[in-house]
């Protein structure tokens, strides 16, 4: 449990035993910010990972935890800064992305490599990116168009051969299911996969775009109304309506931009391998260890 009385607690994860070094660099790095750190309970372990936790007397800006990031990683630690107020049995609901989240590809990639086309998606990808294209829906629909014509086969092909869960997905979802969270899959991905991916890990609910198919091809075209950030964030709501609690007591997890929204007022947001913008936003930055360390951070 974490204790009202700080500003913040600090937790490391590791694959590895915490080094020492670790905790001494990191007090010693915080008393030169001008905060203290205290240790709470000293380091545990679930057999796959290794955490340590310190109480802070003050919250840290944006420079100051990539800087103590930055300490953590020198010893193979991922460092995450959690809300002083949040406890344990207050988390009800998980949500997370899929593409390179959850999985360890962006399905659209791997499809349109099939007929070619994986540049030129990457390229719309990059526009969007930079600026050039406004809003995740003009460049999804833009990526799909370039898909016209591709045999459904291929979604078979990528699902089988190039989609993997990522180390702990399976892990987290188990302890997720037993600890009666409603696990919640949103993607600005394909129904084709978050629907498989929901049977195979057991998610209570998946939300996704449906790519159009005719006579057994993509027709270039997504049905419905597409899954963006906004809709990712507004399928969360309802799932915390629905369980009487607000985001506070859900955990997110996201890699790119258009999880922040979902992400931002949760819990406990992690970002997964993620793009820096999302590491300087979340609560907890996973580069080392698995999706499923995120139940140590709820261990009580």
Same mark, same amino acid.
């Given at each position: 449990?974490?204790?009202?009385?700080?500003?913040?607690?600090?937790?490391?994860?590791?694959?590895?035993?915490?080094?020492?070094?670790?905790?001494?660099?990191?007090?010693?790095?915080?008393?030169?910010?001008?905060?203290?750190?205290?240790?709470?309970?000293?380091? $545990?372990?679930?057999?796959?990972?290794?955490?340590?936790?310190?109480?802070?007397?003050?919250?840290?800006?944006?420079?100051?935890?990539? /800087?103590?990031?930055?300490?953590?990683?020198?010893?193979?630690?991922?460092?995450?800064?959690?809300?002083?107020?949040?406890?344990?049995?207050?988390?009800?609901?998980?949500?997370?992305?899929?593409?390179?989240?959850?999985? *360890?590809?962006?399905?659209?990639?791997?499809?349109?490599?099939?007929?070619?086309?994986?540049?030129?998606?990457?390229?719309?990808?990059?526009?969007?990116?930079?600026?050039?294209?406004?809003?995740?829906?003009?460049?999804?629909?833009?990526?799909?168009?370039?898909?016209?014509?591709?045999?459904?086969?291929?979604?078979?092909?990528?699902?089988?051969?190039?989609?993997?869960? *990522?180390?702990?997905?399976?892990?987290?979802?188990?302890?997720? /299911?037993?600890?009666?969270?409603?696990?919640?899959?949103?993607?600005?991905?394909?129904?084709?996969?978050?629907?498989?991916?929901?049977?195979?890990?057991?998610?209570?609910?998946?939300?996704? *775009?449906?790519?159009?198919?005719? /006579?057994?091809?993509?027709?270039?075209?997504?049905?419905?109304?597409?899954?963006?950030?906004?809709?990712?964030?507004?399928?969360?709501?309802?799932?915390?309506?629905?369980?009487?609690?607000?985001?506070?007591?859900?955990?997110? $997890?996201?890699?790119?931009?258009?999880?922040?929204?979902?992400?931002?007022?949760?819990?406990?947001?992690?970002?997964?391998?993620?793009?820096? $913008?999302?590491?300087?936003?979340?609560?907890?930055?996973?580069?080392?260890?698995?999706?499923?360390?995120?139940?140590?951070?709820?261990?009580?």
């Amino acid at each position: 449990m974490i204790k009202t009385m700080s500003k913040l607690t600090l937790v490391a994860l590791s694959r590895e035993p915490i080094s020492e070094k670790l905790v001494f660099s990191l007090k010693d790095q915080a008393i030169k910010l001008g905060v203290t750190l205290h240790t709470e309970g000293g380091q $545990i372990s679930n057999g796959a990972y290794y955490s340590e936790r310190w109480e802070s007397n003050q919250s840290f800006d944006v420079s100051q935890r990539e /800087n103590l990031r930055a300490i953590a990683a020198q010893f193979n630690s991922d460092l995450c800064f959690l809300k002083a107020d949040l406890q344990a049995s207050d988390i009800k609901v998980l949500a997370m992305d899929m593409d390179s989240t959850l999985i *360890n590809i962006e399905c659209i990639d791997e499809i349109a490599d099939f007929i070619g086309k994986k540049a030129a998606v990457a390229q719309i990808t990059e526009a969007t990116m930079r600026g050039e294209i406004k809003g995740f829906e003009e460049s999804l629909r833009r990526r799909v168009a370039l898909l016209e014509g591709v045999s459904a086969d291929a979604l078979e092909a990528v699902y089988r051969e190039r989609l993997r869960p *990522n180390l702990g997905a399976a892990e987290l979802l188990a302890g997720a /299911n037993q600890r009666g969270f409603y696990t919640l899959l949103v993607s600005g991905g394909f129904t084709f996969f978050t629907e498989k991916l929901r049977q195979q890990l057991g998610f209570k609910q998946a939300q996704a *775009n449906t790519l159009e198919i005719i /006579n057994g091809k993509l027709t270039g075209k997504v049905l419905g109304e597409i899954v963006d950030g906004v809709a990712k964030a507004s399928y969360l709501d309802e799932a915390c309506r629905l369980l009487g609690c607000s985001r506070a007591s859900a955990i997110t $997890i996201g890699d790119g931009a258009n999880d922040l929204l979902m992400m931002n007022g949760s819990g406990i947001s992690i970002a997964y391998k993620a793009k820096p $913008i999302v590491k300087e936003k979340a609560d907890a930055a996973f580069d080392r260890v698995g999706l499923d360390a995120a139940l140590l951070l709820i261990s009580e």
